[in-house]
């Protein structure tokens, strides 16, 4: 079996760009490199974002951070030594198909471990001081993803390895809050007996992949720090955002968090083609608010978002875009 590559040598984090803008993002054509061929999850989702974001003059309102790769010390804290070797030799064979709906290419594993260390070098940075808030347009995807194989178009727990290397950092509690179409049921798993780590997932039910309900609470020492809201397909926006914002509201309170990470999966828009609960992309300035809101009041604004699923082009481009915009907002700045 291949070793898992050292870390590259570009993985050494960049010195942060002169701005006075307080929102950082990571948004890269070496997230392009992880090519799927005919599939929902594909480099054009990237592609639709960078250029909504230009030309929009979002990304002209941050700083902009370059990508950089995880340690294997920084996938270890999630992923056990075998499963990555297994990735590396997956990616060496030039990739293919390595389950039901994940696909890999050439550079698929390396890519992979960009989008996790980019959303770790956020979350050091907000950490740090040097900005309140961050988004990661990153791909593939990692909530599905488990500790010892591939789910879902998701090959690493992205957003888990941030909850884990902000603990490292002396984070003493996170709470991660998922609105992605789909449950989270990678990150779910991962932390479902932790105290410390919170996991919050706002999602379509029955649906894919078939976890989530309600009576799903956590287990042991996390009893409690899992909470879902499965939402039946028709159900009214008016309805659903309202329990959103109490559910995370409810959560936040217990758990006193002192940073928000969020997995921003924009699939819930009414026209996607693999997920849809009725949608427009002013909700997810809606639920964008409610999530800077809580971050407001318990984490001294530091949140950090990273991008899930989300598989119509032009809303997926333009609801990231009211993310941002939302998360530029939050730190005081507001368009001319």
């Not at 956020?122 to 488990?146: E, K, S, T, Y």
């Not at 006193?256 to 693999?274: C, I, K």
Request: aromatic share 6%.
């Amino acid at each position: 079996m291949s070793a898992i590559p050292p870390t590259d040598p570009k993985s050494t984090p960049p010195p942060l760009p002169a701005s006075s803008s307080r929102t950082l993002l990571v948004a890269d054509p070496l997230f392009l490199e992880h090519r799927t061929g005919e599939h929902p999850e594909s480099p054009q989702r990237l592609t639709a974002i960078l250029g909504q974001l230009e030309s929009s003059g979002l990304a002209a309102r941050t700083r902009r951070l370059a990508p950089v790769a995880a340690s294997l010390e920084t996938l270890l804290r999630v992923h056990p030594t075998d499963y990555l070797e297994r990735l590396a030799a997956w990616e060496s064979a030039g990739g293919g198909q390595v389950e039901e709906d994940t696909v890999m290419s050439s550079r698929s594993a390396f890519v992979a471990r960009s989008a996790a260390g980019s959303l770790c070098a956020i979350v050091d940075r907000v950490l740090d001081g040097d900005a309140d808030n961050g988004f990661a347009a990153v791909r593939p995807p990692g909530h599905h993803a488990l500790a010892d194989r591939p789910m879902g178009f998701c090959l690493l727990g992205t957003i888990a390895i941030a909850a884990e290397h902000a603990r490292s950092r002396g984070v003493d509690r996170v709470l991660i809050v998922d609105f992605d179409v789909h449950h989270g049921n990678g990150t779910q798993d991962l932390f479902y007996d932790r105290e410390e780590i919170g996991f919050l997932s706002l999602h379509r039910f029955p649906f894919y992949p078939g976890t989530g309900a309600a009576t799903e609470t956590g287990t042991g020492r996390g009893l409690g720090t899992t909470v879902n809201l499965p939402m039946t397909f028709g159900t009214p926006t008016d309805t659903i955002l309202p329990r959103f914002a109490d559910a995370v509201e409810r959560l936040a309170e217990r758990l006193r968090p002192d940073l928000l990470l969020v997995s921003a999966g924009f699939d819930a828009h009414r026209l996607d083609p693999v997920g849809n609960l009725g949608f427009e992309v002013e909700d997810f300035g809606t639920i964008t608010r409610i999530l800077t809101d809580a971050a407001a009041r318990w984490c001294g604004g530091r949140l950090v978002s990273v991008l899930e699923g989300g598989y119509h082009p032009r809303w997926l481009a333009e609801s990231v875009g009211i993310h941002l915009q939302g998360l530029i907002e939050a730190t005081g700045e507001r368009s001319a």
